[in-house]
Nanobody, 115 residues
Framework: QVQLVESGGGLVQPGGSLRVSCVAS????????MAWHRQAPGKQRELVAG???????NYADSVKGRFTISRDNAKNKVYLQMHSLKPEDSAVYYC?????????WGQGAQVTVSS
């Protein structure tokens, strides 16, 4: 049974930092490209950042220079470090694992940026 479990969401003030984590089970983690997506109320889910099994990364323009995605293949974990958070970063953040043939989603972690 495949599971992706996010943690680390919460409430943070504008300009603050937060790290969300995702631990995967039931898959050969290093074979999967991992990504973070987010969805705000009334908006479509969007890609925030991705990282391949080999460590290549990509970011949405809106988060470049503020967010960093990383992975630890030994721990089956992927992280999203977020700095200089803005109210518009508020959303549910979802972990995604993708191979050529399949993909899996976590249940999401709420991130709220507000004073």
């Amino acid at each position: 049974q495949v599971q992706l479990v996010e943690s680390g969401g919460g409430l943070v003030q504008p300009g603050g930092s937060l790290r969300v984590s995702c631990v995967a089970s039931g898959i050969i983690f290093r074979w999967y490209d991992m990504a973070w997506h987010r969805q705000a109320p009334g908006k479509q889910r969007e890609l925030v950042a991705g990282i391949t099994g080999g460590g290549s990364t990509n970011y949405a323009d809106s988060v470049k220079g503020r967010f960093t995605i990383s992975r630890d293949n030994a721990k089956n974990k992927v992280y999203l470090q977020m700095h200089s958070l803005k109210p518009e970063d508020s959303a549910v953040y979802y972990c995604n694992a993708a191979s050529r043939s399949t993909g899996y989603w976590g249940q999401g972690a709420q991130v709220t940026v507000s004073s």
